[in-house]
């Protein structure tokens, strides 16, 4: 599988530190584009480093305990599941200029387990690519740093809670509770999310490639419309 690569991506100023940010619905494919988006863009760099905003996930006990609370719809799933406060550490250290030039973190999520165990040493390079992939990740961004690009990945709502139960079908989760957290939490949260931003390019997932779409973000704002109109849990 290859991407193409559109004009845009050759304005990167090589002397300074350039964010892409990749985002998207819930299982929606951001990690495998930045993995095609990678192999594309060594041909012209190769510092280029991943980072993933699941590290900064709260263990998936504390997420369930969450949802098993929440009685109404909530729109700020940022601040509900994530440990911002260690994210902006990172980002301020790739920022920075230091002299210290690396940094570890502790404590990170471990989607293997759901616990967060893992430790993460990271290096500081001055001019390094740094594609950023995840939900929300363009409020993590404001007031830090302006992305270069900033990429949205579409998906069916209905794939995307497929996916979703899917990928925790061996971690003795409730699909109760996914569906829950998806449509009380999830969808209310990033619809208003996604009514902030603009986005450069729109990407679709079909029949093993990315295709380019135009509108991406009202398409996907509507199919959240959508299926929250027609199924209430």
Do not use: W
């Not at 729109?75 to 250290?93: G, P, S, V």
């Amino acid at each position: 599988m290859k991407l193409k690569l559109p004009k845009i991506f050759s304005n990167f100023n090589k002397k300074n530190i350039n964010f892409i940010t990749i985002d998207g619905i819930t299982c929606s494919g951001k990690s495998k584009l930045t993995n095609l988006l990678i192999k594309s863009l060594k041909k012209k760099n190769n510092n280029i480093q991943i980072l993933s905003k699941d590290l900064f996930l709260k263990t998936r006990q504390k997420r369930i305990d969450i949802t098993k609370k929440i009685k109404k719809n909530h729109t700020n799933q940022n601040e509900l599941h994530y440990d911002l406060r260690k994210l902006k550490i990172l980002l301020k250290f790739f920022l920075e200029p230091k002299k210290k030039r690396n940094l570890r973190l502790f404590n990170l999520y471990n989607r293997k387990n759901g616990k967060n165990d893992l430790s993460i040493k990271f290096k500081f390079r001055p001019n390094n690519l740094i594609i950023f992939e995840g939900i929300y990740v363009n409020d993590d961004l404001r007031g830090i740093v302006k992305p270069k690009i900033k990429i949205l990945v579409v998906e069916t709502v209905h794939n995307s809670l497929y996916r979703k139960i899917d990928r925790i079908r061996d971690k003795k989760i409730s699909i109760q509770n996914v569906i829950k957290e998806f449509t009380k939490i999830h969808l209310f949260s990033y619809k208003k999310y996604l009514l902030k931003h603009k986005y450069d390019l729109d990407f679709k997932f079909e029949v093993y490639k990315f295709l380019r779409m135009k509108n991406g973000k009202a398409r996907q704002v509507n199919l959240i419309k959508e299926f929250l109109s027609k199924h209430s849990f």
